[in-house]
């Protein structure tokens, strides 16, 4: 389908929450088929529904709607986090057109966005993008192309004076600096609590060299989980599927490192 069409892209379907739904609703497995079956003008097999809450199959855009009419509730409800710019727009609800207004920019310019993944607006559509949209902090980063730089710092805040590190770092990310203080210390604090069993006994030892290893090449998806978890207690199990933005607020530092390139 061609962007003049208006596509809608929904982030990756997740079989839990649509178990969940129809368990609300007391619901069993051949109803909410019987349901689809309705909604689509032809027969769903009940055991395809079993295989997209069992994680074996995964449905199409069309088939999440069908599930979520079925269930009485929104596609939104049944998906995770977005992680495109084309995700978050549907997810909000908003048409490529009314996201272009909104955001200061012609259409053509915010579907090559989309197409590409790539933000570069000025501090103003920035602050409208952060506004409208709300993207999650992941997506934001991805999308303004500052994925490698990002980890590059976090990498530096842990294995040094980790608050020396918070302004850039904020300057990066759709959330408050309190905000990535508080998920920089915790870091901090997983990180070294690693490393101080790196001089335990041998095998111990490189248990815990390897885990520290494994924590800095993925930093970014625990800062994501941390930020998730900001005020809560630290050794809280993340909810992935919170707020988009944990005490975020638009913030004109976000905008493209080179505001002569905004739309």
């Given at each position: 389908?061609?962007?003049?069409?208006?596509?809608?892209?929904?982030?990756p379907?997740?079989?839990a929450?649509?178990?969940?739904?129809r368990?609300?609703?007391?619901?069993?497995?051949?109803?909410?088929?019987?349901?689809?079956t309705?909604?689509?003008?032809?027969?769903?097999p009940?055991?395809?529904?079993?295989?997209?809450?069992?994680?074996?199959?995964?449905?199409?855009?069309?088939?999440v709607?069908?599930?979520a009419?079925?269930?009485?509730c929104?596609?939104?409800?049944?998906?995770?986090?977005?992680?495109?710019?084309?995700?978050?727009r549907?997810?909000?609800?908003?048409?490529?057109?009314?996201?272009?207004?909104?955001?200061?920019?012609?259409?053509?310019?915010?579907?090559?966005?989309?197409?590409?993944?790539?933000?570069?607006?000025?501090?103003?559509?920035?602050?409208?993008?952060?506004?409208?949209?709300?993207?999650?902090?992941?997506?934001?980063?991805?999308?303004?192309?500052?994925?490698?730089?990002?980890?590059?710092?976090?990498?530096?805040?842990?294995?040094?004076?980790w608050?020396n590190h918070?302004?850039?770092?904020?300057?990066?990310?759709?959330?408050?600096?309190?905000?990535?203080?508080e998920?920089?210390?915790?870091?901090?604090?997983?990180?070294?609590?690693?490393?101080a069993?790196?001089g335990?006994?041998p095998?111990?030892?490189?248990?815990a060299?390897?885990?520290a290893?494994?924590?800095l090449?993925?930093?970014?998806?625990?800062?994501?989980?941390?930020l998730?978890?900001v005020?809560?207690?630290?050794?809280?199990?993340?909810?992935f599927?919170?707020?988009?933005?944990?005490?975020?607020?638009?913030?004109?530092?976000?905008?493209?490192?080179?505001?002569?390139?905004?739309?």
């Amino acid at each position: 389908m061609s962007y003049a069409e208006d596509p809608s892209a929904l982030p990756p379907f997740e079989p839990a929450r649509a178990r969940a739904t129809r368990d609300l609703l007391g619901m069993t497995v051949g109803q909410a088929a019987h349901a689809i079956t309705a909604y689509q003008g032809r027969t769903f097999p009940p055991a395809r529904l079993e295989a997209w809450e069992a994680g074996t199959a995964v449905p199409a855009d069309s088939e999440v709607r069908a599930l979520a009419a079925a269930l009485w509730c929104s596609p939104v409800d049944l998906v995770g986090e977005p992680a495109t710019l084309a995700q978050c727009r549907t997810v909000v609800g908003l048409s490529i057109s009314r996201t272009a207004s909104a955001l200061g920019m012609t259409r053509v310019r915010w579907e090559d966005a989309e197409r590409r993944n790539r933000w570069r607006g000025t501090a103003a559509q920035t602050d409208a993008l952060l506004r409208v949209l709300n993207p999650p902090p992941a997506c934001f980063v991805a999308a303004c192309g500052t994925s490698r730089q990002l980890r590059t710092l976090l990498t530096e805040a842990v294995n040094g004076w980790w608050p020396n590190h918070v302004t850039a770092i904020a300057g990066i990310l759709p959330v408050e600096a309190v905000v990535v203080r508080e998920a920089l210390e915790r870091l901090h604090l997983t990180y070294h609590r690693l490393e101080a069993d790196v001089g335990a006994s041998p095998r111990t030892a490189a248990a815990a060299e390897a885990q520290a290893a494994d924590f800095l090449a993925h930093i970014d998806l625990h800062l994501w989980r941390q930020l998730r978890t900001v005020g809560e207690p630290l050794d809280s199990g993340p909810d992935f599927h919170s707020g988009r933005r944990s005490g975020g607020s638009s913030r004109s530092a976000h905008s493209s490192p080179d505001p002569a390139e905004g739309y």
